[in-house]
């Protein structure tokens, strides 16, 4: 009978304290005037799920985490998240029946994940995907337990005008597809075969379109045809062969001029040319040399003017008389300077400096310049010798080069000619052919698309053959349900007597309120408290008929925001609603929980419910003062992201 799902206890902690909320009666009204936080404390019911949700500046600026003690089917779980944005991800999970703390679950896609959890907790799979069906060629969009609680949670700001996002057209494959899941209509079998018809589609989509495209580019090339293409490499193939015949017999026509003149030239060119070869390498060497000593040259010389400058200055320190010291400036005519001593260090002043050992320097450095001068003229002079010697190498190479052309024109040119030909024509039969070759292989690409196209086509149909099947062993559900629905939702529409509703029914294929013939849209509704009241109407009928079959996945809550503020001064429609929904959990005790934020209540039904009270001196966060009627900023129809 449904699966069980009530919240127990709601908890916020907040920068004051711990506020906390006990839901113990199977219908609780939240009661009190606009702005005191009854559609905050929802919308943290709903972001404590995982879900994203619309949060009011008091609750991101004063609640820390909100906790909720849930039932779901035989598991009752403690979610605990953080409204702080870098901890909001993950959600503390503790098994009350065990009082097991169980690993922190993500509130995104990451496993462990909440959503996962709680879909296990209803008995569905998570990896669900709901196909568009139709033309789309996309898998779909994974089903959520977010898209469970669009039939569980009736936001303030779509309970005048929309029914679970009906109104959002990219949402509709999930809406529908959730339905189906919840009344047993579908299940995972067919939720994946929907989607792979749908990737079935798109797959055929794109082979044909690649299959096309080669196609297209073949009749381009001239080639009608896959039999044109193999007569044309046939022909490819023996003009290639004909050429390479005629190869063969140039080839053994052309007998070289073997005459024992023109073989010493060829030998005398060949060692012309080695011995060139050599020369230029001895050349290249030579120069390396030379740069090698004139570096060296170089180096040496910088070291000889570098004792020449330190002759010269102590020369010139050697006539200076320091009167003061050059570091501290003090006068140095005060002191007494022994005999022979400097007068700066007070050490032995020689008459002058020992210059024997900078002597000897001067002259090892001479004589390596010396030395390394004999080496450079003599490599300058054995260079010129090989530069002569390349230059005479060269005119004999050239003086045998034309002899040989000489002796050999006359007899080896035109059958040169012939050969040049023949080769030529060679070079493009292969040319050809290896075109035509790949002709051939795009005519096989051809063949591998369609092969291809044609087993996408052929699963498709087996696909589509099971579809059809699974879709036949639950058409008479389906027809059953649906048909016990429509005559519940009349039957409700009836009972609470919504003006203007002349006939009530649920369309079969959109799963919406049929009103007076038309499917509720947003160019189809009923003026103001109208469309509230079959709001309730829709959502009462399909729990009821959800409660009357036990294998069904629907769960068995209503969580409702503020349905009297549309309706105004509708007394009696309000109060109709509030039998209805008294009536509803009345039929089966503790089976079904619904909670109602509201305004003002009818006094004839305060008895039927619990009640929690709220006004702005206790608000629903009482640990937070509120800041009065006027300075409250309505929350209603945004939609910023948790």
Known sequence: MTVRFRIEVVALDTTEGRVEYQFTSDLTVLAGPTGVGKTTLLELIKFGFGVKATLAPVAVEHIESVTLEIRIGDERLRLVRSLDSAKRKKVRVTDLITQERLQDHDAGEKQPALNTLLMRCLGLPD?????????????????????????????????NRDIAHSQESYREPKRKAVFELLFGLTNSEILTLRSTMSKLKGEIDTADTEHNTVVKFLRDSGTSSREEAELALERAQVAQSEAQNQLVVLRESIDPVSDRETQTLRDLLAEAERGLADTRSADVDLSRRRVQYNAERRRVQGDLDRLGRMQEAGQRLADIEFTVCPRCMQSLRQRTVPADACRLCLQDDPVSADQSQDQYEIRQLTEQLS??????????????????????????????????????????????????????????????????????????????????????????????????????????????????????????????????????????????????????????QLAGGTTTATQVAYWCS????????????????????????????????????????????????????????????????RNSYAEIDFDYTHPTISTIDHPGPAQVTLIHGDASDA
């Open 127 to 159: 990896d669900m995907l709901a196909a568009a069906g139709g033309t789309s060629t996309r898998a779909g969009a994974r089903i959520t337990f977010a898209d469970i609680l669009t039939y569980l949670y009736i936001p303030q700001s779509q309970i």
């Open 371 to 524: 030395e390394m001068d004999e080496q450079i003229n003599a490599l300058v002079d054995q260079q010129e010798a090989v530069v002569r010697a390349i230059t005479e190498r060269e005119r004999l190479i050239a003086h045998l080069t034309a002899t040989l052309d000489q002796r050999t024109t006359q007899r080896v040119t035109p059958r040169l000619q012939a050969f040049s030909d023949a080769s030529q024509q060679a070079a493009t039969a292969k040319a050809e052919q290896e075109h035509w070759e790949t002709t051939l292989r795009q005519w096989d690409v051809v063949a591998d698309l369609q092969a291809t196209t044609d087993a996408l086509r052929t699963k498709r149909d087996n696909t589509g053959r099971e579809l059809d099947r699974a879709r036949q062993e639950m058409q008479q559900r389906r027809e059953d349900i649906l048909e016990e629905i429509s005559e519940e939702f009349d039957s409700t529409v009836r009972a609470i007597g919504i003006p203007g509703v002349l006939t009530a029914s649920v369309d079969s294929e959109k799963y919406l309120p049929v009103l007076n013939g038309k499917v509720f849209s947003k160019d189809n």
């Open 542 to 605: 399909l729990l009821t008929v959800a409660m009357r079959h036990p294998e069904t996945a629907y769960p068995a809550f209503l969580l409702i925001d503020s349905p009297q503020l549309a309706l105004n001064a509708e007394v009696n429609l309000t109060a109709a609603m509030y039998r209805r929904l008294t009536t509803q959990v009345g039929v089966l005790p503790g089976r079904l929980q619904i909670i109602v934020a509201d305004n003002e209540l009818p006094d004839d039904y």
